[in-house]
């Protein structure tokens, strides 16, 4: 029944999700779903010390509602995707 409720608040945007994000290497990690914002809070140090034993620094928690597209982001696709929309505004 739990994994149908997180299912059902994930489709309606409502579910949490752990947002991590990190200076070096320049990226957004997101955990989740989760039921409630006490469930991810609760599990949020095991994500942190995975990305500590890989060597993340500069590490930023933030737990919100939302509905990522992707669950890891790297900085270097961002800054490509940002000037191809500045290449189509300006044509």
Known sequence: MSNLWVNFLQVLGLAWWIEITTEFPHCTYYFGPFASEQEAR???????????????????????????DNLTVYEEENEVNRRDSSRLLSA
């Open 42 to 68: 609760a599990e949020k140090r095991g994500y942190i010390e995975d990305l500590e034993q890989e060597g993340a620094q500069g590490i930023i928690v933030t737990i919100k509602r939302c509905k990522p």
